[in-house]
């Protein structure tokens, strides 16, 4: 989706992969350890950094046209930053959840990412067809 990287999309980018690289570790920890809050925690923390750095590099396309690359429209942009926006909240927020009320909840918590995901996609679509009924330019 780009057809430029800068400084900062490279080293989002760098740690968006070696985080990628670290969730062996915590799914094999959420699978030894099922009933325990900070390990379901360490899980889910790790999803929601990985999900803010891909919001944080979305935004960075957004705010720099020039690093996107020409054919590809703003909105793809602009729903990948939703998307990755909802899952670290739902992630995030589910460490709370595991703390306070157990570590099974925090898993089913995990589970609002789907209908979260299936909003903020009809959203998109709405937004799309709207944009396109709608002229960008009023009539004389």
């Given at each position: 989706m780009t057809k430029v990287v800068?400084?900062?999309?490279?080293?989002?980018?760098?740690?968006?992969?070696?985080?990628?690289?670290?969730?062996?570790?915590?799914?094999k920890i959420v699978t030894e350890y099922h009933s325990n809050a900070i390990e379901t925690s360490l899980y889910a923390g790790t999803i929601a950094v990985a999900a803010l750095l891909i919001a944080a590099m979305a935004t960075r396309l957004l705010r720099r046209p020039s690093l996107r690359g020409t054919d590809i429209p703003r909105s793809l942009?602009?729903?990948?930053?939703?998307?990755?926006?909802?899952?670290a909240l739902v992630f995030g927020s589910s460490v709370p959840v595991a703390v306070i009320i157990s570590s099974h909840a925090a898993e089913y918590?995990?589970?609002?990412a789907v209908p979260v995901r299936c909003y903020l996609g009809r959203r998109h679509i709405s937004a799309s067809k709207h944009a396109a009924v709608t002229p960008s330019h009023p009539a004389p």
């Open positions: 800068d400084g900062p999309l490279l080293h989002l980018d760098l740690a968006l992969m070696a985080l990628v690289a670290a969730p062996p570790f915590p799914t942009f602009v729903q990948s930053l939703q998307h990755a926006a909802g899952v918590w995990w589970l609002l």
